[in-house]
């Protein structure tokens, strides 16, 4: 047994020599080299910076306004003659407004009525109403010649009574609706 171990020792020494000889003999296979790192894409030069927005150019500047006579300002009942408060509210918005113009471009000025009497009655005097405003501007400097005027008769009510038993109550509540519109239009100074 003792052959047989020896043989088997030298069998095992020898193929274990083999298998040291065999790896010290047969190079490594080297681990393969890594890709090269792509190229950077092309980068787009960069957009040109927007060219600067102008300033907004402001609107010329208007003597546009409104005005409504209203309250102790309105015509009494069958009248066209203006009230003290009627000329003075003229003087202070309309006159006044005139003077901030440039140019005037016009003036309507719209005369109202109540519903009280006829459509043709109505009319009528709306148109004196007008007349009596468009008059009073005039005599303060307006020009005749851009002041128009409409009489708008019974046909647009600022406020709706209901039919009273007392004619005086509801000709007292109907007197918002006889009144004057005016309205200036033009470029302002």
Known sequence: MNK???AFGCAFATAA???????ASTPESAAPAPAPA??????AAPAPAPAPTPAPVAAPRRC???????????????RSVLTPAATARLDRDVIARL??????ENVV??????RIGSQQYNQKLSERRADSVKN????????????ETIGMGKTTPAKFCPDSAKRAALIECLAPNRRAIIAVKGPGK
Do not use: M, N
Not at 109 to 114: C, L, P, S, Y
């Open 4 to 6: 047989f171990k020896l």
């Open 17 to 23: 020599i083999a298998l040291l000889a065999s790896c």
């Open 38 to 43: 792509p190229a950077p894409a092309p980068r």
């Open 64 to 78: 546009d306004a409104t005005v409504t006579l209203q309250k102790d300002e309105v015509f009494a009942f069958d």
């Open 99 to 104: 003077a901030t113009c440039a140019r005037v």
């Open 109 to 114: 000025i719209e005369g109202h009525a109540d």
């Open 136 to 147: 009073y501007l005039v005599s303060k400097g307006a020009d005749r010649t851009k002041v």
